[in-house]
């Protein structure tokens, strides 16, 4: 297709991540994706069509897009072809004409393949074929292992995905089902997300499930698990509703319409959050509720991460601290053990740990290292100590309504906390040294 120039004035500095430069572009935002797909589970060969719209932020003559591994048939915009070129994992698209800063386009790209993981300084991310089945694992940049897409955790958009597969296999997808036909031997679901979700949270999953109702109200909460399994999952995740419960007395109202929670028969790493569903590996559902606070762990992500999303990586403590700080609050009513408890146990152990990490950056090599997460629910600890729980559980539940569905930032919670205390400069100050310096504070 050629080679395009660099372009001119382009706002990286303001918008690519530091971290995952190699991903996203600045100019644009995709407003929905409606992706149409094809899967083979005996060949792991997938197909599909992938509809964008886009809006402009800037004048733009070409759009950068994300995809590994798989190969482009066509590319149209408009519907008319477009000229494209796809190297590596970029893929450019020519524009028949500039599209001015504000005005919007609807790009097709028509793609097929055989998806797996692409490697990263995190391990493997994205497309993960099962030994019966996949899933989709892509925090932070898998998400191109399975459709075209503007991969920033900032670019937050609406889906609706089309999966056909084998009909023997239970598909399931972030959204709500909204139609399901059975065509022969295949069939066909269609799931609708309207609320706006960042790339890396939007999954599918194919198995050999059965679907059990955990609760129908006020969440209505699914699990979808092999039969060999099913017993020891029902146990484990059997106080899952009271959860919701308690963390929505705490966060504020469950932000989605429901929950759904997959149990592969194969062992996972780690569990996998997506936009209103969680993911566990059957070697963390044992049916001893000895991970229960990973259960906990998971479900707080759909209010800090998934409709709360970070707008850049190194404000990854805004997910991950909050998602811990969940366990131990979870802890205070299913175990009677204190955060307070919890909180002192874990400062113990960062204090014997090397004091060389700022939680508002801590690069990424150690965005997921433990002390992010542990110092992040200390520093929420710590902020509870000082104002009281009227005043901090206040401010999580305005903090989670005022920004529902939108992107956040450190520097807004920090402002937010301070506006929400009677000593702001008090507040401003004790989280600057648990935010923003190296040694680890001493709990109050």
Not at 111 to 117: E, K, N
Not at 219 to 225: D, F, H, K
Not at 263 to 286: C, H, K, S, Y
Not at 319 to 342: K, R, T
Request: include cysteine.
């Amino acid at each position: 297709m050629g080679t395009f120039p660099a372009r001119a004035g382009r706002p990286d500095a303001l918008v690519l991540d530091p971290y995952t430069p190699e991903r996203g572009d600045p100019c644009y935002r995709v407003e929905h994706y409606d992706l149409d797909l094809d899967y083979r589970v005996s060949s792991n060969r997938l197909g599909g069509r992938a509809t964008l719209t886009v809006r402009a932020l800037v004048r733009v003559e070409r759009l950068r897009l994300d995809l590994v591994g798989l190969r482009i048939g066509k590319v149209a915009v408009d519907g008319s072809p477009a000229k494209w070129r796809h190297r590596g994992d970029v893929v450019t698209v020519r524009l028949p004409r500039p599209l001015e800063a504000g005005a919007a386009t609807e790009v097709v790209v028509a793609y097929a393949g055989t998806p797996g993981p692409t490697p990263t300084r995190w391990g493997p991310l994205g497309w993960e074929e099962l030994a019966e089945g996949a899933l989709v694992a892509s925090q932070p940049t898998g998400a191109p292992t399975w459709f075209p897409c503007n991969d920033h955790p900032s670019s937050k958009s609406t889906y609706r995905i089309t999966m056909e597969c084998d009909s023997p296999f239970t598909v399931t997808a972030t959204g709500v089902l909204t139609d399901l036909r059975v065509r022969g031997s295949r069939t066909r679901r269609v799931f609708e997300q309207r609320h706006p979700t960042a790339t890396y949270l939007t999954a599918v999953h194919v198995g050999r499930y059965t679907e059990h109702l955990l609760a129908e109200g006020p969440v209505r909460i699914r699990l979808l698990v092999d039969d060999e399994h099913a017993p020891d999952a029902a146990h484990e995740l059997a106080r899952l509703p009271a959860m919701v419960t308690v963390l929505s007395d705490r966060f504020g109202p469950y932000p989605f319409p429901d929950y759904t929670v997959v149990v592969t028969a194969d062992d996972l790493d780690i569990p996998l959050e997506a936009q209103g569903m969680a993911t566990f590996g059957a070697n963390w559902l044992r049916g001893d509720r000895r991970h229960e606070r990973l259960v906990a762990h998971e479900l707080a992500h759909q209010w800090f991460g998934n409709s709360l999303t970070l707008g850049t990586w190194s404000d990854i403590w805004l997910h991950e601290g909050f998602a811990c700080y969940a366990e131990w609050l979870w802890a205070e009513v299913a175990d009677g053990v204190p955060a307070d408890v919890s909180a002192r146990e874990h400062h113990a152990g960062l204090d014997r740990l090397p004091q060389d990490l700022v939680l508002t950056d801590p690069g990424p090599r150690d965005m997921f290292d433990d002390r992010v997460y542990k110092r992040g629910a200390l520093a929420l600890h710590a902020l509870r100590t000082q104002v009281g729980d009227a005043a901090f559980f206040g401010l999580l539940r305005e903090w989670t309504a005022t920004h529902t569905d939108g992107t956040v930032c450190t520097h807004a919670f920090v402002d937010q906390a301070a506006r929400a205390s009677a000593d702001p400069s008090g507040v401003r100050r004790l989280l600057a040294a648990w935010l923003d310096a190296r040694p680890v504070p001493n709990l109050p």
